[in-house]
């Protein structure tokens, strides 16, 4: 990625790229953990940039891509034998209400072969802090990620 020799940075989100610095870090790494900035804002269905840049990375050698961006919850996607969080939505994040104020902790579970398991804390925010989510709000964020 961009950055000072290797030590982080970002990178321009075109999936040669993506799936370039993927293949250098898989390398060094058992493995590779990619956070994707991108995304429309308050849209809860993944855009076709997103999907082309998470599934370059997964191709590539990522084990989890995590994207963040829309402010508003995605699908979670199992691809290949990886896994793809579009948006978690907003964790600690003030001046947005409604979908905005959804969010989802994902709990994965990684074991030299990849991800074991995973699964979700359903969380809402209020006054601007993350608390947990009960009932059918619990279920209604839940119901979002599928």
Do not use: C, W
Request: charged residues 15%; hydrophobic residues 45%.
């Amino acid at each position: 990625m961009d950055g000072d020799g290797g030590a982080g940075g970002y990178g321009l989100g075109r999936a040669a790229r993506v799936a370039a610095d993927v293949r250098a870090a898989k390398a060094q790494s058992d493995h590779v953990v990619v956070l994707l900035h991108s995304g429309y804002e308050g849209l809860t269905t993944p855009n076709d940039i997103q999907r082309a840049n998470a599934y370059a990375a997964i191709d590539a050698g990522a084990t989890l891509v995590i994207g963040h961006h829309p402010h508003v919850l995605q699908p979670v996607e199992p691809y290949k034998n990886g896994l793809i969080a579009y948006s978690l939505g907003n964790f600690v994040f003030d001046g947005f209400g409604g979908a905005g104020a959804q969010s989802a902790i994902l709990n994965v579970t990684l074991t030299p072969a990849g991800i074991a398991g995973y699964s979700f804390t359903p969380v809402v925010l209020r006054d601007g802090r993350p608390v947990l989510a009960e009932g059918e709000e619990a279920a209604a964020i839940l119901a979002q990620l599928e």
